[in-house]
């Protein structure tokens, strides 16, 4: 199976890239070859979202190999094309190994709910400061209201840990409106929104920071926020009638949803 030679030559080529020498070596023995990436500069990650938000699988599939050709360090465009083309599913393989050089990799996330059986010994190796989760849950004092989500990557020495709060219906809403056209900025915004602690003043610089921490919190916020909508309750009204028509019982019902925070 051919290898690169001069990892030194990668690094330096990782470096220029995305201003950080991490990489990561993915054999493909169904290829005959290993693929070598870096992490995303911020404006390419930028695009990859972007795409992978447009609710396309032919866009999504586009993004993904865009960012690939980016993140590529080793072997030439070609190669790597060719074994994307003999393995299935390597592409999304690849593109695991791209997130987790950003430090947004799900693999390597853990997300706990604070509920009341959470001793105090578990959450500090969770990351999270005592004082911390303690005015957390009087805060929200109800079950079902606060995770925690801590990452831990000790190959690549990435670290980061923070508090949710149950996605509002009103935050779900503007997520989902703007989701397709404004893609990635809508993601840091719906995490922003639904971070407890770092709080709100810090909550901003905390999801912009060096890790892409959005769009990995992005698929957990997103099924808590469906989980939370099946359990609000729903309003069901007859269909008005117009004014001077008949008074028979409507034959269906016609649903709105409830709007509860």
């Known amino acids: 199976m051919k290898r690169p030679e001069n990892f030194d030559a990668l690094y330096a080529e990782a470096q220029r890239r995305s ?3 991490d990489i990561i070596e993915y054999p493909v023995p169904q290829a005959g070859t290993s693929i070598v990436v870096c992490r995303l500069n911020d404006d390419d990650h930028r695009a990859l979202i972007n795409g992978m ?4 699988e032919g866009e999504r599939a586009t993004a993904r190999s865009v960012a690939l050709a980016a993140a590529r360090v080793w072997p ?5 094309t060719a074994a994307i083309e003999v393995v299935p599913g390597l592409d999304k393989a690849l593109m695991n190994e791209v997130d987790r050089l950003g430090g947004g990799d799900l693999r390597q996330l853990k997300v706990v709910d604070v509920r009341p059986s959470l ?24 079950e079902g ?5 801590s ?20 935050a779900t809403d503007l997520m989902m409106t703007n989701l397709k056209e404004r893609g ?26 060096q890790y892409r921490i959005a769009s990995c919190l ?6 808590w926020s469906l989980e939370a909508a099946k359990q609000r309750p729903t309003i069901w009204r007859p269909k008005s009638v117009a004014s001077g028509a008949s008074t028979t019982p409507p034959t269906s019902l016609e649903k709105s949803s409830a709007t509860s925070e």
């Open 151 to 170: 990452y831990v990557d000790d190959e690549l020495d990435i670290r980061w840990s923070c508090v949710l709060r149950l996605p509002s219906s009103s």
């Open 145 to 149: 209201q606060l995770k925690i989500a």
């Open 119 to 142: 001793d105090e010994s578990a959450i500090a190796a969770l990351g999270i400061d005592l004082p911390c989760i303690r005015a957390l849950r009087r805060q929200f004092p109800h």
């Open 53 to 56: 938000t447009t609710g396309d």
């Open 218 to 223: 992005w698929p957990v916020l997103w099924a």
């Open 76 to 80: 030439n465009q070609e190669t790597m």
């Open 184 to 209: 990635h900025e809508t993601t840091v915004t719906f995490a922003v929104n639904c971070m407890a602690w770092p709080g709100r003043d810090e909550a901003a610089k905390f999801i912009r920071g």
């Open 19 to 21: 201003g950080r020498p």
